[in-house]
């Protein structure tokens, strides 16, 4: 691999001007197809297998129209003080509303509130249901326009109104964070490089690595039904190990360019052995990223699959285009130690014979690795203790800011119609093989009536042929509430019944049942998941590090640090703490996708800072130095680099904070939490007294195992060896 690699480096640093030609051609050619590819359509959300998804399924082949799918708004009227909706200048108003409602292209159905009884008990409130033809991502702005201009005539007229539903759904904004977020990985690179040419380069090829990736995505996302969340977080993912991998190489390129290698020479080098750190870096990643499709979620499948496919451009740009603007920057770039002028010229040099951080951090925690290891592991405990107290949900109108009408036209309703008015369940009963239908209805009808929290049912509404029919239940608990999750699957036992009675099925669907089924099926992918990402992660570094007790500290610290993450993450947005200071203004049951997006992301993103930490500890143990000394040496050409790649990827992680779209928030804030402790206390601390405490032993291989294992290189060792025969060759020639 290393030599393979080599090869590669110096290659790219001699026919750098085809290398770049080739990159900016790729660029160039994602961009125009980018641009011409049709707007995204349909970014449709189904969840395979699940109930409220066969129900679904279900409703389009038996009600064809309805629009199963459709996005649904409810535009919700308020009296003013002392006055009722039935009056007749406000019944009036609304009426125009729904009116105007009607006219829109894309609109299916109107259900006016005083045919359809939808005013509330004290004559205060009233909601019109508007139903349209297309999903909310498909929805034109128009359609969106309209239904808020018809929203704001109405307050013009006196009325309070406000407006829920999917309908209003929009692509999350993220503003200038992630511009933020880059501006402080420049000043990292600045500060670690004492260069701006040099700093510049890790930027530059992470720019154009997301580029690349991202309109991709966007040339691709009308045919594949790729979401905007999609292309977010590739460029989230993106952006942070293209800086990370450019980084390291880099770095190892001017620790060679100190030791007084010629440049292309040094190039070779650094490409062969952070090169190679960096490509088993890699796999990590989008083994995890690519494992999330065993969750059999589409949308998730596609999330991964996208950053995976930037992950690999990011790795592919760092073996070969760094080597190349390296080739093109010349003496631009000093060796490590040395600092350009402007920004304090040789006084590294003169200051050369002092340890730096990371020796003397190392030597401290070689000599106290119980009090290190202790002090870690009972932090990282203490971190993740909010996490026993984790719930899981997916959000909807209730768990907006109160600064959003969906969120007011939510409340609104619950004050009118009480708490489960905003999450009805649709029972869809299929009596297809039953020998009478219409009792068939009638009794699951009842039987509904008969359970516990339930508000209203509604009569049975069938089809044109009489066999499938739908009933609406209203529940007494809000759609977040354990109660309501109960009363979905009292529905379901009571379906196996009429099953078994009469041959008929029933199914619960809508948006709160999906939501259940989305949250079960995700809790119980999470640990086969776990098991295939890290049970292959672990084949994987026991090939890279020739080792058993290595892999497997590295998976119990990554662990520890998910554990830890998941913890941070509960405190913030499900019990409040230091809400305010992460723009969160409703805190709520944590987003069910988490747990498993963190466990695939944080996991390859950890791997990263294990491989490029401990392959220069292997590095110099491996030529001869002691296991305790191999750890300092590690630290001293590795800490300073890693610190500064953990920091960057922090700050890219949490400029997503300031997004206005929940999921990406606590995303952004869950990674970036998540690097903060895996990368700082495992990996700087734990990692060093573990290995410091096993000593000789962590580096033990059966024998057997190691003859069939795979001989990768990743330390450089037949580089070291082709530049031994170099020098005997010169030596005889002499």
């Known amino acids: 691999m290393a030599t393979f690699l080599y090869k590669v480096g110096r290659l790219a640093f001699r026919r750098r001007h085809f290398v770049a030609l080739i990159w900016v051609a790729l660029l160039t050619l994602a961009g125009v197809g980018a641009a011409s590819a049709p707007a995204a359509g349909t970014t449709s959300f189904s969840i395979p297998g699940t109930e409220a998804q066969k129900a679904f399924d279900l409703l389009e082949q038996r009600f064809p129209g309805m629009s ?85 005539d109405a307050r013009d007229a006196g009325l309070t109104v406000e407006v829920g539903g999917d309908a209003l759904q929009t692509t999350p904004e993220t503003g200038a964070t992630e511009i933020i977020g880059i501006g402080v990985a420049a000043v990292v690179l600045v500060i670690t490089f004492g260069s701006l040419i040099a700093a510049g380069l890790p930027l530059l090829t992470a720019l154009i690595g997301v580029g690349i990736g991202i309109s991709t995505i966007t040339a691709l996302a009308s045919a594949l039904e790729l979401g905007s969340t999609t292309s977010t977080l590739a460029m989230m993912i993106g952006l942070a190990v293209g800086i990370d991998y450019a ?46 499709s065993v969750v059999n979620i589409p949308m998730l499948t596609k999330m991964g699959i996208a950053a995976a496919g930037t992950v690999v451009i990011a790795v592919l740009i760092a073996l070969t285009m760094i080597p190349a603007l390296l080739g093109y920057a010349g003496k631009k770039v000093q060796p490590a130690g040395r600092k350009s002028r402007w920004m304090g010229g040789n006084r590294a040099e003169r200051k050369s014979g002092k340890p730096n951080m990371g020796t003397r951090w190392a030597s401290f925690v070689v000599r106290r690795p119980i009090a290190v290891l202790l002090l870690g592991v009972l932090g990282l405990g203490a971190a993740a203790v909010p996490a026993s107290s984790l719930e899981l949900g997916l959000p909807d109108d209730g768990s907006q800011p109160t600064s959003t009408t969906q969120r007011r036209a939510y409340d609104l309703l619950s004050e009118g119609f009480g708490p489960g008015f905003n999450g009805p369940l649709m029972v869809v009963v299929d009596a297809k093989g039953s020998d009478d239908p219409d009792a068939v209805f009638q009794q699951v009808g009842d039987d509904i009536k008969g359970l516990k929290n339930v508000v209203t049912v509604t009569p049975a509404a069938p089809n044109k042929t009489g066999d499938t029919a739908t009933i609406t239940v209203v529940p007494k608990s809000k759609p977040s509430s354990v109660t309501t999750e109960d009363l979905v699957h009292s529905i379901r036992d009571k379906g196996a019944e009429v099953k078994a009675d009469t041959d008929a099925t029933v199914l619960v669907t809508g948006s709160t049942a999906m939501n259940i089924d989305v949250s079960q099926k995700l809790n119980d992918a999470l640990l086969p998941y776990l098991a295939l990402v890290v049970g292959l992660a672990f084949l994987l570094l026991i090939v890279v590090f020739r080792s058993i007790l290595v892999p497997l500290k590295a998976a119990l610290g990554f662990l520890l640090s998910v554990m830890a993450a998941l913890g941070a993450v509960v405190a913030v947005f499900q019990w409040g703490w230091f809400a305010g200071l992460m723009g969160v203004e409703e805190t709520g049951p944590v987003m069910s996708m988490m747990p498993i997006f963190m466990v695939g992301v944080v996991f390859g993103l950890a791997m990263d800072y294990e491989v490029f930490l401990v392959t220069r500890m292997r590095e110099a ?99 070291r060896t082709r530049a031994d025969e170099d020098e005997d060759r010169e030596l005889v020639r002499v």
């Open 68 to 152: 199963a799918d459709g996005a649904t708004a409810r535009v919700v009227f308020k009296a003013p003080d002392g006055q009722k909706m039935t009056d007749p200048g406000n019944k009036a108003t609304v009426e125009e509303a729904v009116k105007e409602l009607s006219d829109g292209s894309e609109v299916a159905s109107v259900a006016d509130p005083y045919t359809a009884k939808a005013v509330s008990k004290d004559g205060t409130i009233a909601y019109a249901s508007v139903k349209y033809e297309v999903s909310g991502m498909e929805l034109k702005d128009t359609s969106r326009e309209a239904l808020e201009d018809s929203a704001q």
């Open 247 to 292: 980084l390291f190489i880099v770095s190892r390129y001017r620790a060679e360019l100190a030791e007084g290698r010629e440049r292309e020479e040094a190039a070779g080098r650094a490409v062969g052995t952070a090169g190679s750190a960096v490509v088993f870096a890699g796999l990590t990643v989008v083994i995890a990223l690519v494992g999330l």
């Open 621 to 719: 143990y491996v030529h001869g130095e002691k296991p305790s000394q191999a750890v300092v040496t590690g630290f001293k050409h590795g800490a300073r680099v890693v610190s500064a790649a953990a920091v960057i990827m922090m700050a890219v992680f949490a400029g997503f904070i300031g997004s206005s779209e929940s999921m990406v928030k606590m995303i952004g804030f869950g990674l970036a939490v998540a690097v903060f402790f895996d990368a700082f206390i495992v990996r700087m601390a734990i990692v060093p007294a573990v290995l410091a405490l096993l000593g000789k032993k962590a580096w033990w291989l059966p024998k057997w195992l190691d003859r069939a294992l795979p001989n990768v290189d990743v330390e450089g060792e037949g580089l």
